[in-house]
């Protein structure tokens, strides 16, 4: 496996060294827990420290909405939110403890349900497209990153969020790439476990090997990277050999998997200007049924999307341990006779549903897109490490 985080390789040894990992990596024995992104308990927020100030407290009340809601699903939910330096820490559990995001996330915060931490090499806010969890039962959890997309050997270097050394999650590279928000785990209506991933992560794997490596991955083989990573029977490539398009990059801005058997998609009306959109949707549909899942289509507005990045898509399925039922958190852009005709479609559908007033759409993401998981706790109950003082 590639461990630089412990190694201290630099990518430009990596060059030589990509191919001999890839069939390290592929005979490697491990014992994984596959576990579909629904049944998470452990979730986690970045800090938007990046934006203007305005912006920062705009998007810091977003990402506590949206922890306010995950915590009161289950008694067992956690949720941390990273700070980029323990100042920055004590002073965002100093607001919260003024009640500036609510007496519910005060609450949260005393009771130690929601912890803020000092966290070092985040993305930005879009804490989903750090990685994916996984781990094995009575074994340290992982933290899954794949190669960056944009992968340039003599000037970057592995990506790995300080937090995972600090809550003693092993963080782990796979010889692929990995976008969170373009990859997800969901088991089939026949109990399939799979790993969906958009086609652009085979498309820009390849490109790296072929440019970095002179060498040509097969479709197998990484495939078999995803299903050896996170303990999956197969992977599905959503779009096959077709690479996405701007209007929908990820796959989690067009298709939520909320339970077994089940797969959300939004319909996009057709029109001149939609047609590549409503062509991938309908590619994404039949693949999807061809797997094994019931497919529930959401309306979704073309022009929004195109113009802004919004989709309903993106949201956070979660299982509700008081209403027995899985709960969607979807992000909300105020136009309410369509969000009304989603929430009963989804209702009638045996889903709680939940909507939070979104505004990273000004920076081209959703809620789906800040919010993280880990399988912290999820596997492997541990006393948290180096929490701010509260």
Known sequence: MLVFQYTGMRMHELREKLVPELKKFLVAKRDVVFTPEYKYRTFFFSDPDNFPSYASKMAMAEQLKLAEKLIL??????????????KKAEDIIGRIKDAE???AISLFLLQGRLKVLEGSRLNEIWAQDMGEPTGAANKMPEFMVGMPAEWVPERHEPFYPSFTRQMQIRARQMPVVLQGGNVTKAVSKDGKKLVIVGSDELAMTQYLYSQHANYKISTSDFKDVYKKAFGADDVLILGGASRQIEEMFHIDQAVLFPKDGVAVMVKVPKSEDSAKVVEMCEG?????????????????????????????ANAICYENAYSRKTEILLPSFGNEKLEGKIREILEKNGFRVEFVKDMMWKYDGNAHCITGALSYMDLVPRKNAGAAKS
């Open 101 to 103: 995001f609510g007496n």
């Open 284 to 312: 994404y549909k039949k693949q999807l049924i061809a797997a094994g899942f019931d497919v529930i289509e959401i309306p979704a507005d073309y022009h929004m999307m195109l113009k802004i990045h919004i989709s309903y």
């Open 73 to 86: 699903s289950s008694p067992d939910t956690r949720v941390y939110f990273f700070a980029k330096t323990q």
